[in-house]
């Protein structure tokens, strides 16, 4: 089984919760005969984990040199009242680099599973999803 595993990008080293879990969950999937593909949000790179090892891959230079339109999407989010130390868990919802990049793993991959960790992750999800219209999505 191969997971699409769409997540925010400060999880690397796994210091607090979020990220030890996010971390974890995709190791231990991947002991139990999964491959989960970890997309972190504000990346270049992403990560493949198969029994329990995390092998990181950069994008092409196309994908790597497509920008986040941040500095937008945090002025939307401040017109919103969204505090900014929530805006990581938002920027998701419109983030043009992790739609590009999802839709690219998608393309080139044939996932069962599409994860978002977060509600704002499944814009992104929902972009991947429609390139193979069979996968589910959690």
Do not use: W
Request: charged share 30%; glycine share 2%.
């Amino acid at each position: 089984m191969r997971i699409l595993l769409i997540s925010r990008g400060d999880v690397f080293p796994p210091f607090h919760g979020a990220a030890s879990r996010i971390v974890n969950t995709a190791k231990y999937l991947s002991m139990e005969s999964c491959e989960v593909v970890f997309l972190p949000s504000q990346s270049d790179r992403y990560y493949i984990f198969r029994r329990g090892s995390a092998e990181e891959v950069q994008f092409s230079p196309f994908l790597r040199d497509i920008r986040s339109n941040t500095d937008k999407i945090d002025l939307i989010l401040d017109r919103m009242e969204i505090p900014r130390e929530d805006h990581i868990l938002y920027r998701p919802l419109l983030a043009r680099d992790l739609i590009l990049r999802a839709i690219a793993l998608s393309f080139n991959n044939d996932f069962d599973i599409i994860q978002a960790e977060f509600p704002a992750f499944a814009v992104p999800a929902l972009f991947a999803r429609k390139i193979r219209l069979k996968k589910k999505i959690v």
